[in-house]
């Protein structure tokens, strides 16, 4: 990559991002984000008693398995199970949430689901025999219900992350250098702008903790940004990186950062990509909320080490003709100031002649 | 420093650490019956996709649910049954009073199977879903999750609110109950909603500002409403027409006393003796911070006039619902963070030697500082995004350790003694750390100011723990390195470093 002229770089680097962003904006759209467990419309099969499933975790799990074969048996197919208990009442719900059952067939089978366990024994042989409706009075619904997006949470977060960015740009200009400045903000819009069109391209489960995968996309862009640019703000300083051209130099500083920049992405990726992997054993939730954030840190990895670079190096660049041509013009008028001085000069020592002779 | 004074602090310090670890991580056990140690990390206020929460659903008047619309045709069928012939039984049915309408059953006075819901019905319905809606909003929960459940109620879910299984109930409870409060604020002294008074004071945006909540003390925490200058005014007239009749007639005791109503529910009744010339007025009632915030939000919520719930709602049961992350989601994830951070240990160790075991205490005070914050401060619960914000803001500090030790080495090898290389070191890394944590301190702050929800928690969480990272990066882990340096007799060696020796010639 190093070896593409910097102007072709950064076309490339652009394109590629405004592809993706461009793409994922389109799918969110028409599609939007792939919804996740928690945040999906979702059609269920509740499944409510008057407590017996609080008391006896075997009646709850043999009641559970009775229903998912009977549901399975009806056509529909089970994407998650949840029980919950009453607070203030102990009766017991299973919630089996259901994929792409229409709600005439389910309420039809509800019905069936009802006489099934009004028939059906529980612990035949023993004290407590009966069926699960005598024993516990199970009782069952359905329900449909549309998740409703957290509008507030939303743009609140946007106008902070607004606000942050717009401080990012006024604090590196200001103790690193405007060019710093201004790439870093660029970088980081775009390290959220990216992630997000990503996450919605390659339909990357998500729910509401997406807004926080956005800011962490955010927050690790300066960190990794301001990493290269530490590194910058010291090399430009010294001598021998001063005889350099603005892409040469550039180019050295970030190679000579890529080691610290490795270190910190294995750190945090580590963590990410090993939470991913518990995450498919512990919640598939987890698993994607990871998966996420390990877009977040691939992408800002590729700004800071080649959009970045390819944008401030085209910054450096006009800066350096900008302070070339002005110290050519103080040349020039460096040039008269002398000629003006020597001349100033010449008058005195003709004055001094005069005077000694 | 002398060798001495070094031994004594490090000793000093690894029993501080080890005390304090102890304290943080060490697993829950019984110490003498009833009462059991907790470590700091187990009393983490844990979000509802960490720690599960709590769901309920709003039942407005006219719909019931499949459950009750059961237990009400058992006890019609049970009436029906002792009924003589002939006679009416003294309840109603059912089947005649509701229809069945998805997972719900309707009453026949606003559906008909025929012409459907009402207009006037989906109407109030869609304004209190609004409203509801917008409590949760601002109540700035760490997560929680309002639906529409069979298009005619309201299913929210709420993360706990507290450490204890009952203060978390009864704080879930007080929310949801107090969230379906429908009807408009209202200032009089009569004895109840539905009676008329010889005062009264609407609680519209004409005469109030808003409400908040304030630490009260001893009792707790209160609810501020404050009154607009019409409004203050207004109080005033109430106040003093309500002192005045209290003094003209003392038998009568109701009539000092000023009531405030928000629909049929009484918020306070404070007796009257004055007249009160004030921009606000305090409501106490041993409101804990999270019952005053729910007042607050729901007071706020109906001053606006467009914003009056008319429709009432049921008092709602609620169920306990489980980490949406997974059940050991927490559990998980600090096995996972507890045993990277000693893998990290270890490698900085290996790789910086002495400067590795500086970095070792440096760090171990960091997290520890993190993991006191986290569970002693009340306002913070942890979330994923609370979780990345730690896993962030502790490479940050690696990094910026890494990068210390890694100029002191450079300046080593520029044939510098020891201790200047590590004060030339550390001289040169400081600006960058510094500037590195001011952008990411001012940028969390900016979160927790201005974002919501997740995002401000998030926000808060990573304000604190780079702050901490600064503290411990440019001032324990180099305090560290100072008296872990006066140990050893070769330094250059304990801190893995080689300087070629030329001899004399």
Redesign the interface.
């Known amino acids: 990559m190093n070896n593409i002229p910097v102007k072709k770089r950064l076309f490339i680097c652009l394109a590629i991002s405004l592809v993706l962003i461009i793409a994922g904006a389109f799918l969110l759209g028409f599609l939007g984000f792939n919804p996740d467990r928690d945040t999906k419309d979702r059609v269920s099969l509740q499944v409510t008693d008057n407590g017996y499933m609080a008391i006896d975790p075997d009646f709850r799990d043999s009641l559970r398995s009775f229903c998912e074969t009977k549901i399975s048996a009806g056509g529909f197919s089970v994407t998650d199970v949840a029980y919950a208990s009453e607070s203030s009442g102990g009766s017991g719900s299973l919630e089996f949430v259901l994929d792409g059952a229409s709600e005439e067939k389910l309420a039809s089978f509800v019905g069936e689901l009802d006489a099934a366990l009004s028939s059906a024994q529980y612990g035949e042989g023993t004290e407590n025999a009966g069926t699960y409706k005598e024993l516990s009075g199970v009782s069952v619904t359905y329900h449909t219900s549309g998740y409703v997006l957290h509008t507030e949470v939303i743009w609140r977060a946007a106008v902070a992350a607004g606000v942050a960015a717009v401080l990012l740009l006024a604090y590196v200009a200001i103790r690193f250098k405007v060019g710093m400045g201004v790439t870093s903000l660029v970088a980081a819009v775009h390290d959220v702008l990216l992630t997000l069109g990503v996450i919605a391209l390659v339909r990357i489960p998500v729910g509401m903790s997406l807004v926080c995968v956005a800011v962490f996309a955010l927050l690790l862009s300066v960190f990794l940004n301001l990493k290269v640019f530490g590194k910058m703000r010291k090399d430009l300083l010294l001598e021998d990186r001063k005889e350099l051209s603005a892409e040469q130099a550039v180019a050295l500083s970030v190679k000579e950062s890529r080691k610290g920049i490795f270190v910190a992405d294995i750190l945090v990726a580590s963590a990410v990509v090993i939470l991913a992997i518990a995450g498919l054993f512990v919640g598939f939730d987890m698993f994607s909320f990871m998966l996420g954030a390990l877009v977040a840190i691939l992408v800002a990895n590729y700004s800071a080490l080649v959009l970045s670079p390819a944008i401030y190096t085209l910054i450096k660049e006009k800066s350096d003709a900008n302070r070339a041509k002005r110290a050519k013009y103080n040349y020039a008028s460096e040039k008269a100031k002398k000629k003006n001085a020597k001349s100033e000069d010449k008058v005195p020592a003709a004055e001094t002649g005069e005077a000694q002779s | 420093m002398g060798k001495k004074k070094s031994a004594v602090l490090i000793i000093l310090f690894t029993i501080v650490l080890a005390g304090v670890l102890f304290l943080s991580i060490t697993p829950t056990f019984p110490v003498k019956s009833p009462y059991s140690f907790r470590s700091l990390l187990s009393i983490v206020d844990l979000g509802k ?1 960490l720690d599960g929460g ?2 309920t659903v709003y039942y407005p008047e006219g719909v019931i ?3 009750e619309y ?1 237990t009400l045709k058992a006890e019609y069928d049970y009436v029906l049954e002792n009924t003589e012939e002939g006679q009416t039984p003294s309840v109603d049915n059912p089947e005649e009073n509701y229809k069945p309408y ?2 719900l059953y309707l009453s026949t006075d606003i559906y008909s199977e025929e012409t459907g819901v009402t207009a006037e019905f989906k109407e109030e319905f869609e304004q209190a879903y609004r409203v509801v ?1 917008a409590r949760y ?2 109540r700035g929960l760490t ?9 005619y109620t309201i ?1 929210a879910e709420i993360p706990r609110l507290a450490l204890s299984d009952s203060d978390s ?1 009864s704080l ?2 007080d929310l949801f109950t107090k969230f379906a409060y429908s009807g408009g604020l209202v200032f009089t002294d009569a004895s109840s909603a539905t009676a008329s008074g010889t005062v009264e004071m609407e609680g519209t945006s004409e005469y109030i500002k808003g409400a908040s909540t304030v630490d009260a003390g001893d009792s707790g925490y209160a609810v501020v409403i404050k009154f607009t200058k019409a409004g203050r005014a207004k109080f005033k007239e109430i106040t003093g027409t309500l002192a005045s009749s209290s003094s003209s007639d003392s038998s009568s005791s109701s009539g000092a006393t000023l009531n405030i109503y928000m629909g049929d529910e009484l918020l306070m009744g404070a007796s009257v003796s004055e007249e009160m010339d004030q921009g606000s007025v305090y409501i106490t009632g041993n409101y804990t911070r999270e019952s005053a915030e729910t007042m607050a939000v729901v007071i706020n919520s109906a001053i606006a006039e467009n914003d009056i719930i008319d429709l009432t709602f049921q008092s709602p ?13 927490a559990v ?2 600090a096995a ?2 507890g045993v ?1 951070v000693l893998a ?1 240990l270890i490698f900085s160790i290996v790789k910086f030697k002495g400067m590795g075991l500086a970095h070792l205490y440096g760090f171990l005070t960091y997290a520890l500082a993190v993991i006191a914050c986290i569970s002693l401060i009340s306002v913070i619960q942890i ?3 609370g979780v ?2 730690i ?2 803001a ?3 500090m ?2 910026c350790n ?2 210390a030790f890694n100029n002191i080495k450079k300046e080593f090898a520029t044939g510098k003694t020891l201790t200047a290389s590590v004060k030339s070191g550390y001289k ?1 890394s400081l600006a ?1 750390t510094i ?2 944590h ?3 301190l ?3 702050l ?2 927790y ?7 401000k928690m ?2 808060l969480v ?1 304000t604190l723990c780079i702050a901490l990272s600064a503290f411990c990066t440019l001032l324990v882990t180099r305090f560290c390195l100072y008296i872990w340096m006066a140990q050893p007799r070769n330094k250059i060696a304990f801190v893995g470093f080689k300087r070629e020796e030329t001899e004399d010639e």
């Open positions: 996709d709590y769901y649910s499949k459950a059961e998805k997972g809606k909003e601002a997560d929680y999750a309002v639906r529409l459940q069979d298009d299913r109930e879930a409870q049961e609620y169920y306990s619902v489980d980490p949406s992350m997974g059940e050991y989601a998980t994830v996972v963070i990277l990290m979330t994923m995004g990345l914000a896993l962030l502790s490479a940050i690696v990094s890494y990068y040169k960058f500037d590195l001011a952008i990411l001012i940028a969390g900016a979160l100011l201005i974002a919501t929800g997740p995002v998030m926000g990573f």
